[in-house]
């Protein structure tokens, strides 16, 4: 797999405060995908990356939210500020290589997700 | 634009029987197609997928999905399930010309004893 570590697993905070999710690559890859889970929508892209540019921010809900890549191996995921409907579960996925192979595969693998609660 | 359609958000079985969880595609080309499975308070992880060759697909802990572009699906199986395998799980697509997943919106799998 890809070794996806997300920080933080969880994180509360008041409406109007920033947030800043992490996520953190093992294996550096040149992607890397931002999804949100949430009950009411289930699990939509928010962003992905490609050679560390943002390929299709389509998916982001606005501009209280941005992201950045700065190299192979990080990405962030800011909310600023932040507000109650943004509760949800945010994953980051990479894609990995499968073993044995001398190239990375169209799977994407996820990290833990951090579980965001705006109060 | 590519969608997935998941019948039936929730599932309840037997321990011991047959697990059959629905999933349909639409893609305007031929697709890329994974089945999820995310236990509670957990990420989503890899079951099986399918890219070219083979249509029936065996993944992890037992799991088969058959890929039948005639009837655009993608369902997975388990002839058996056990207590474990309760969990939610998600079909996905990927058009070959995008890299990001369109998710289904998940079944919630129940084994009874």
């Known amino acids: 797999d890809a070794g996806v570590i997300q920080s933080p697993r969880h994180e509360v905070t008041e409406m109007g405060q920033e947030v800043t999710l992490r996520c953190k690559l093992i294996s550096g890859h040149n992607s890397l995908f931002w999804y949100r889970q949430t009950m009411m929508r289930g699990l939509e892209l928010l962003i992905y990356?490609?050679?560390?540019?943002?390929?299709?921010d389509s998916g982001m809900p606005e501009d209280r939210f941005s992201a950045k890549m700065p190299n192979a191996s990080f990405s962030t995921l800011k909310i600023q500020p932040s507000e109650p409907r943004d509760s949800a579960v945010y994953f980051c996925?990479?894609?990995?290589?499968?073993?044995?192979?001398?190239?990375?595969?169209?799977?994407?693998?996820f990290g833990p997700g951090t579980r965001l609660t705006v109060l | 634009a590519q969608s997935v359609t998941q019948l039936g958000s929730h599932v309840s079985v037997s321990e011991g029987a047959l697990v059959l969880l629905r999933c349909n595609y639409s893609?305007?080309?031929?697709?890329?197609l994974f089945w999820y499975v995310q236990y509670p308070n957990q990420g989503l992880q890899l079951l099986l997928k399918?890219?070219?060759?083979?249509?029936l697909v065996k993944g992890i802990n037992g799991f088969e999905a058959e890929f039948k572009k005639s009837e655009t699906s993608f369902h997975l199986t388990k002839p058996s399930a056990h207590m474990s395998d309760a969990a939610e799980y998600f079909c996905?697509?990927?058009?070959?010309?995008?890299?990001?997943?369109?998710f289904g919106s998940g079944t919630r799998l129940q084994v009874q004893p």
């Open positions: 893609s305007s080309v031929p697709p890329y």
């Open positions: 399918y890219t070219t060759g083979a249509t």
């Open positions: 990356f490609n050679n560390n540019v943002p390929i299709d």
């Open positions: 996905a697509v990927r058009d070959t010309g995008r890299r990001a997943l369109t």
């Open positions: 996925a990479s894609p990995g290589k499968e073993r044995g192979a001398s190239t990375s595969t169209d799977t994407q693998y």
